[in-house]
C-alpha cells in the first residue's frame, strides 16, 4: 500500500479520437457538463474563439475553422478526475495528435454511426494500438439515419482486427432513436440527465411504449441476436487494447454519453505504469517523474508565455517542488505548476500521476523532456515522424540570419516543426508533416519574431534518420554529399534524398547504417 493509491486510482486520463465531423467537440462539452466544468454547452468553442481573435498566428486556425491547439481539461466526476487531452482535428496537425497519445491511458473512439470507421479514424487507432491503448467506443449521431448496428460492429471488428462488445442497444434509431438499453443490466435510460431505469428485458412494455410497432419489433430481434451473438465483456482483453466496449448514444441530444462517461469511471485504467530507459516506474511510487509530450507558446499572449505540458508518471508534484531536468542535469523549480479547465486554468498545489501540468517556462523545457526528483531516468517514446514536406527557408532581410537560426530552433523544440542544419553549413531545412504547419510557423515568425520569411523548395523529397554500429560509417557516408546530411536538433544524424528510388539506392548499398522514419525523442 502507499499513500499514493487512492489518488492514482480515481484518475482517468484519455484522449477522444475520430475523424472530423463525427462530433468530437460536442461530445467533449457534453463531458465536460457532467463535471460541472462548463455550465452551458457551446462554449468550448466560444473559448476557442475568444482565444483567437487575440492571438494572431492563431488566425490561421479561425480562418480554416480548424483546432492546431492540444488543450487538456481537467474535471471531476462520480468520484473520479477525468484529464481529457484535447487532440487537433486536422491531420496536418497530426504529429501533435501523436505525441498527446503518449500520455493518455486510455481513448475514446468516436463514430458516426452513418459513416461507421473513416480514413483517420482507422491511422489513430493504429497510433493506440502500438501502444496499447484500451479503446472505448461511442457511436454518435444514432439521432439519424444510421448504419445497422451489426454492421457497425462488424465494421469496427473487420477494419480495425477489434474484438467488440455492445454494452448497451439503441432503442430505436434515426427519428424514433430514444435512448439506450444496457444489455447486461437490463435497464434503459432516455436521457442522459436520468438514472437508468430497470426492465424486466427487451420486450418490456415501457419499451414498447417508446418506439412504433415496427421499431420496437427490430428492437427486441436484434437485442436478442446481440445477447446471443456478442462477445462477453473481458476487460482485461479491454485493458491490453484487444476488445473495445461499444456504447451509441447522441452527444448532440443528450444521450449514452453518460453511459460512456460511467463506462470510463468503471472500466478504463488508472494511470499505468510508464517504460523509462532504466526501468518501469510504477505509478504508486513516492517520488516525482513526468515527461513533457507537448509545447505551447502564447497561451495567453499578453504574458508571452510558453507553456510545456507535462505528464505525472508517479509520485507527487507539489508546488514549488524542485526538479531536475535529465537532458540537462539542472534543477529547476516548479513555482507555478497549472491545472486546466474549459474556461479556465489555476495554479496546481499537487498532482499526481495521471495528471497534466503545465510548467511555464522560457526554453528551458522541450519535449520528450523527463523530469524527475534527482534520478537519471528518461522516458523514451515520444515520438518524431520523419517529415514529408522539406523547405528552405529565406528570410527577408539577410542581416536576420542569426535571428531567424534561433527561432527555428525555438519552432523545433516546440515541435511546430523539425529543423535539420545541413553538414555543409548551408541554409537550414525545414520539415514538416503537413503543409499548414508551415502556414503556422511563417505566421507564428512574422507575430513573434517580425521575421518575414519565404519558403522554397530543396531538391530532397524524402529524410530518414540514419543510425549504424559502426564507428565513422556516418562520416563516410556523409562525404558523398555533405549537403544531402544534416543534423536535427538532438544533433542526429539525416539523410536527406531525391526520391524513395534513391533512398532505396543507398540503403541497398550500405547495409551497414540503418534508415528510420520514426525516431523517439532525445
Ligand atoms: P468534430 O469535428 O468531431 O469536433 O464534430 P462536431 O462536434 O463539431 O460536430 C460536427 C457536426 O455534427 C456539428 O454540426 C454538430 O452539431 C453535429 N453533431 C454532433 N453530434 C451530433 C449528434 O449526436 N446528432 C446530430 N444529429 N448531429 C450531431
Given at each position: 500500500m502507499s499513500a499514493l493509491d487512492t489518488p492514482v486510482s480515481k484518475r482517468r486520463t484519455f484522449a477522444i479520437i475520430s475523424h472530423p465531423d463525427a462530433g468530437k467537440t460536442t461530445l467533449t462539452e457534453k463531458l465536460l457538463l457532467f463535471g460541472g466544468a462548463i455550465q452551458l454547452a457551446g462554449q468550448v468553442k466560444a473559448k476557442r474563439d475568444r482565444r483567437n481573435t487575440r492571438s494572431d498566428w492563431m488566425g490561421i486556425e479561425r480562418e480554416r475553422g480548424i483546432s492546431v491547439v492540444t488543450s487538456v481539461m481537467t474535471f471531476e466526476y462520480g468520484g473520479h478526475v477525468f484529464n481529457l487531452l484535447d487532440t487537433p482535428g486536422h491531420e496536418d496537425f497530426s504529429e501533435d495528435t501523436y505525441r498527446t497519445l503518449t500520455a493518455v491511458d486510455a481513448a475514446v473512439?468516436?463514430?458516426?454511426?452513418?459513416?461507421?470507421?473513416?480514413?483517420?479514424?482507422?491511422?489513430?487507432?493504429?497510433?493506440?494500438?502500438?501502444r496499447d491503448i484500451p479503446i472505448v467506443t461511442f457511436i454518435n449521431k444514432m439521432d439519424r439515419d444510421s448504419m445497422d448496428p451489426f454492421d457497425l460492429l462488424d465494421d469496427i471488428e473487420k477494419t480495425l482486427a477489434l474484438d467488440t462488445t455492445p454494452m448497451t442497444w439503441p432503442i430505436g434509431r434515426g427519428k424514433s432513436f430514444a435512448g439506450?438499453?444496457?444489455?447486461?443490466?437490463?435497464?434503459?435510460?432516455?436521457?442522459?440527465?436520468?438514472?437508468?431505469?430497470?426492465?424486466?428485458?427487451?420486450?418490456?412494455?415501457?419499451?414498447?411504449?417508446?418506439?412504433?410497432?415496427?421499431?420496437?419489433?427490430?428492437?427486441?430481434?436484434?437485442?436478442?441476436?446481440?445477447?446471443?451473438?456478442?462477445k462477453p465483456f473481458v476487460r482485461q482483453s479491454f485493458l491490453e487494447g484487444h476488445l473495445t466496449p461499444v456504447y451509441w448514444?447522441?452527444?448532440?441530444?443528450?444521450?449514452?454519453?453518460?453511459?460512456?462517461?460511467?463506462?470510463?469511471?468503471?472500466?478504463?485504467?488508472?494511470?499505468?505504469?510508464?517504460?523509462?530507459?532504466?526501468?518501469?516506474?510504477?505509478?504508486?511510487?513516492?517520488?516525482?517523474?513526468?515527461?513533457?509530450?507537448?509545447?505551447?507558446?502564447?497561451?495567453?499572449?499578453n504574458h508571452r508565455d510558453r507553456i510545456a505540458f507535462m505528464r505525472v508518471c508517479s509520485g507527487k508534484l507539489t508546488r514549488g517542488m524542485k526538479a531536475k531536468l535529465v537532458?540537462?542535469?539542472?534543477?529547476?523549480?516548479?513555482?507555478?505548476?497549472?491545472?486546466?479547465?474549459?474556461?479556465?486554468?489555476?495554479?496546481a498545489d499537487e498532482a499526481f500521476a495521471g495528471d497534466i501540468v503545465g510548467i511555464p517556462?522560457?526554453?528551458?523545457?522541450?519535449?520528450?523532456?523527463?523530469?524527475?526528483?534527482?534520478?537519471?531516468?528518461?522516458?523514451?517514446?515520444?515520438?518524431?515522424?520523419?517529415p514529408e514536406i522539406l523547405r528552405r527557408v529565406r528570410v527577408a532581410d539577410a542581416m536576420k540570419a542569426k535571428k531567424l537560426k534561433e527561432a527555428l530552433q525555438q519552432m523545433a523544440e516546440e515541435g511546430v516543426v523539425q529543423v535539420f542544419q545541413p553538414f555543409d553549413g548551408s541554409q537550414p531545412i525545414v520539415g514538416v508533416v503537413g503543409s499548414l504547419q508551415l502556414d503556422v510557423l511563417k505566421e507564428r515568425l512574422d507575430a513573434e519574431y517580425g521575421l518575414e520569411i519565404s519558403f522554397e523548395t530543396t531538391r530532397f523529397s524524402v529524410c530518414r534518420w540514419v543510425t549504424t554500429t559502426e564507428p565513422g560509417k556516418i562520416d563516410e557516408f556523409a562525404r558523398r554529399d555533405s549537403s544531402a546530411m544534416c543534423r536535427d536538433l538532438d544533433g542526429d544524424a539525416v539523410y536527406m534524398a531525391t526520391s524513395p528510388y534513391s533512398l532505396k539506392y543507398e540503403e541497398d548499398r550500405w547495409p551497414m547504417l540503418k534508415f528510420t522514419d520514426v525516431k523517439d525523442y532525445q
Open positions: 473512439m468516436v463514430l458516426d454511426g452513418a459513416k461507421g470507421i473513416e480514413a483517420r479514424t482507422l491511422k489513430l487507432v493504429e497510433v493506440c494500438r502500438l439506450s438499453y444496457d444489455l447486461s443490466r437490463s435497464a434503459i435510460r432516455l436521457r442522459d440527465a436520468e438514472d437508468q431505469t430497470p426492465v424486466n428485458g427487451p420486450e418490456d412494455g415501457r419499451i414498447q411504449a417508446l418506439l412504433p410497432p415496427q421499431d420496437y419489433e427490430n428492437f427486441v430481434g436484434e437485442v436478442e441476436l446481440a445477447a446471443g451473438a456478442a448514444g447522441s452527444a448532440l441530444r443528450d444521450m449514452g454519453v453518460k453511459d460512456l462517461i460511467d463506462a470510463l469511471g468503471a472500466f478504463a485504467p488508472s494511470p499505468r505504469e510508464q517504460k523509462a530507459d532504466s526501468r518501469t516506474v510504477e505509478a504508486n511510487e513516492e517520488r516525482m517523474t513526468g515527461f513533457v509530450f507537448k509545447i505551447q507558446a502564447n497561451m495567453d499572449p537532458r540537462t542535469g539542472k534543477a529547476i523549480g516548479l513555482h507555478t505548476p497549472q491545472f486546466f479547465f474549459a474556461q479556465d486554468r489555476s495554479i517556462n522560457h526554453g528551458t523545457l522541450r519535449i520528450g523532456d523527463t523530469l524527475t526528483e534527482g534520478e537519471d531516468l528518461v522516458f523514451r517514446g515520444v515520438p518524431s515522424f520523419a
